[in-house]
């Protein structure tokens, strides 16, 4: 079971997440590409960083290529042959971009999914890739990883309230809330549950944010007009 409903975030969003990732453990040089003609870079830098490990610095470039399954960690999904499938096409786009004189083949490839994958998934993946890009550095991040990078950097799951209204939000209503009060509340509780895919952050909830880290608490209220 993934921690984070990252299958909600559809393939645009989950583009903006890893790129908002990336920055905050790996630097502010790393670019936000992900735009028609980006030559596969949903996320580049030819700078120097301290990735993958934080304690040593290598030489870039380095590319990052994002690819968003859909319904990935549904109930009974069967990812494996969606990913192997655009796994391919990913890399029959870089034996085309390798024919361009702008080709500049990376030192270190990361391919990102939100997909869980299997151990010798992984390890496929893995050597199509290094097959593909020979002598290049191939990380692999999967759904977990996305998970465990969230899980160290609360910023950026605050810059996506998809995320932390969809994560455990029937735990954290039985935390807050008695039996009584939770069945009193049964409606507004459901049309929240159908806003959340929909919610998009407002002034009023990043303010919300700063009384919460100020205060530890924070009223909520509706006028009604």
Not at 24 to 37: A, F, M, Y
Not at 45 to 68: E, I
Not at 137 to 159: F, H, K, Y
Request: aromatic fraction near 10%; hydrophobic fraction near 40%; proline fraction near 4%.
């Amino acid at each position: 079971m993934i921690r984070y409903r990252l299958d909600d975030l559809g393939a645009y969003q989950f583009e903006k997440l890893v790129q908002s990732v990336l920055k905050v453990k790996s630097g502010l040089s790393v670019e936000s590409w992900g735009n028609r003609g980006d030559f596969g870079r949903d996320a580049y830098t030819r700078n120097s960083l301290r990735y993958p490990n934080a304690d040593t610095q290598h030489t870039g470039p380095f590319l990052f290529q994002v690819k968003f399954i859909e319904g990935a960690n549904a109930a009974g999904a069967q990812p494996d042959a969606l990913l192997l499938s655009s796994v391919s096409k990913e890399i029959v786009q870089i034996e085309r971009r390798k024919a361009s004189p702008s080709w500049n083949a990376p030192k270190w490839f990361t391919f990102i999914t939100n997909s869980l994958i299997k151990a010798k998934i992984r390890e496929k993946i893995h050597g199509l890739f290094l097959s593909a890009i020979p002598g290049a550095e191939i990380v692999i991040w999967n759904g977990d990883d996305i998970c465990d990078v969230l899980d160290q950097a609360p910023t950026v799951s605050r810059s996506f309230p998809q995320l932390l209204s969809i994560r455990d939000l029937d735990h954290l209503i039985r935390c807050a809330l008695s039996k009584e009060s939770i069945e009193r509340s049964s409606a507004a509780i459901d049309t929240a549950k159908e806003l959340v895919p929909i919610f998009a952050p407002t002034a009023n909830y990043e303010r919300a944010w700063r009384v919460l880290r100020k205060h530890h608490f924070a009223v909520l209220g509706r006028i009604y007009i």
